[in-house]
């Protein structure tokens, strides 16, 4: 079945380890996003990529960096993870910048004690 | 700055009507989506609007009126199986979803 896959589903790390989650999606989508959701609030954008090869900030890019080597694959690092960074992210893809259907995958829990 | 605005949580009862209200204030305008998310999954594409007026899919509709920044959501035949939290993001001048915080729509039988 087409869609996207997130990795790890769900992780405890330790703070000021380092951690990367991964994204792989099979709907040669151009457009792929990581978002975070906290409780009480809405999604919010931490880094995008248009097309492979590209990457841009969102609005909550601070401790995370991204990589697009190819269409399929959207990683995202936290270089040294802190408590804050205690959230669900979720890997989502579009066909295209400006269409709008966001395709998303089934989330990554993430705990940093 | 950009805003969304939907209630906290709301609760109806099973077979009747809901709508879900939704308004907003970004930077630009390209569309509006709604997206429905059940407890621990994913976020799922329910409707979008870009032009004024509503919008039918089965059960479900959603309105748009661009000029009074607002939007709704309207769940008609309501079943348990919609309860779920409601997500109104509309779509900036930079094609960026701004996302609400969701409403939490409690279905009691």
């Known amino acids: 079945i087409a869609g996207i896959t997130q990795a790890p589903t769900s992780q405890i790390l330790a703070a000021g380890r380092r951690m990367t989650l991964r994204c792989t999606q099979d709907?040669?989508?151009?457009?792929m996003y990581w978002y975070r959701q906290d409780l009480g609030l809405g999604l919010r954008l931490i880094h995008y990529s248009n097309t492979a090869g590209t990457t841009g900030k969102g609005e909550v890019p601070d401790g995370y960096s991204v990589s697009r080597a190819n269409t399929d694959d959207f990683p995202l690092t936290l270089a040294s993870a802190v408590p804050s960074q205690t959230s669900v992210y979720f890997c989502?893809?579009?066909?295209?910048?400006?269409?709008?259907?966001?395709?998303f995958g089934e989330g990554s829990r993430l705990t940093v004690l | 700055g950009q805003n969304i605005d939907q209630p906290t949580e709301m609760t109806a009862t099973e077979g009747a009507i809901v709508q879900i209200n939704c308004t907003y204030q970004?930077?630009?305008?390209?569309?509006l989506f709604w997206y429905q998310q059940h407890a621990g999954e994913a976020p799922t594409f329910l409707s979008y609007?870009?032009l004024d007026g509503l919008e039918e899919k089965g059960r479900f509709s959603s309105f748009l009126s661009r000029s009074k920044g607002y939007s709704y959501l309207l769940l008609k035949e309501l079943q348990m199986k919609d309860s779920a939290s409601y997500l109104c993001a509309p779509r900036d001048s930079n094609y960026q979803l701004i996302w609400g915080a969701g409403t939490k729509l409690i279905i009691k039988p």
């Open positions: 989502a893809s579009s066909a295209g910048e400006d269409t709008g259907e966001l395709f």
């Open positions: 970004t930077s630009g305008f390209n569309g």
């Open positions: 709907m040669r989508h151009n457009a």
């Open positions: 609007n870009v």
